[in-house]
């Protein structure tokens, strides 16, 4: 996903946790770094734009690198906030950095979460990289428990219930949509091998089509408005 929304999830995280932390004054933004954090691989790009394909969303969004990250991070601020456990909030910020590998996970790209074990890219197509509903909804929900300081858990954990649920929603679709496209597909003679939906531009309305013919792709769209079309 965009920077953007993993610093939204990472500020819910944290006003959702700001209780439990009293003493740690910069807690929302740290949670919201901690969010950010794995893409701190995004460095390889100066190495050219095959070692980003190669190397990012690799060691840093993999479950064990990013523990070492929040480890890390939950040490320097524990050096400063006196009294407070490097234990909690070292879950506060693993919580940060988990919300930033489910986030990647939930779009079509794939990430190695898995590193150093597996390099195999994790994907459960169910949100386009850029999704302006989901990520305003919680921006819009941040912002107003930043505004309500008495409801603040309550409309921060509205926003997480909002970064699991709208994924979960367009996975439901996703599976849907393939199955209708299979079923158009059939109709005109064809009898593809696999049929998977992937979320496009303005999903969960919009799906990107590639059926699996053999040696050979087939790659069309489906619009849910109009389900009983495939695009060209």
């Keep these: 996903m965009d920077p953007v929304t993993h610093v939204a999830a990472g500020v819910l995280i944290g006003q959702a946790a700001r209780d439990r932390f009293p003493a740690v004054k ?3 933004p740290l949670s919201a770094l901690a969010a ?5 691989d995004n460095l390889v790009t100066f190495f050219g734009p095959e070692a980003y394909m190669r190397y990012h969303r690799g060691l840093t969004h993999s479950l064990l690198g990013g523990a070492l990250l929040a480890w890390l991070l939950a040490l320097i601020t524990a050096r400063f906030a006196k009294g407070t456990k490097t234990a909690g909030l070292f879950v506060l910020f ?3 950095v988990l919300s930033h590998l489910f986030l990647d996970c939930i779009t079509s790209y794939g990430t190695s979460i898995f590193l150093p074990f597996s390099d195999a890219r994790i994907s459960f197509p ?6 302006p509903v989901y990520t305003l909804a919680m921006i819009g929900l941040a912002t107003a428990a930043a505004l309500r300081p008495a409801a603040r858990k309550k409309l921060a954990v509205a926003g997480l219930a909002v970064l699991l649920g709208w994924p979960a929603l367009g996975f439901g679709v996703g599976k849907a949509v393939a ?3 299979r ?3 059939a109709a005109r003679g064809e009898v593809p091998s696999e049929v998977i939906a992937q979320p496009d531009a303005f999903s969960p309305l919009w799906w990107k089509i590639i059926a699996r013919e053999g040696d050979s792709y087939v790659l069309t769209g489906l619009n849910v408005t109009a389900p009983d079309t495939l695009l060209p």
Excluded: K, N, T
Excluded at 36 to 40: A, I, L
């Design 183 to 185: 079923s158009l597909l």
């Design 26 to 28: 910069a807690l929302v």
């Design 126 to 131: 169910s949100v386009f990289i850029i999704d």
């Design 94 to 96: 693993y919580f940060g």
């Design 179 to 181: 199955s209708q496209a």
């Design 36 to 40: 950010w954090m794995p893409d701190v």
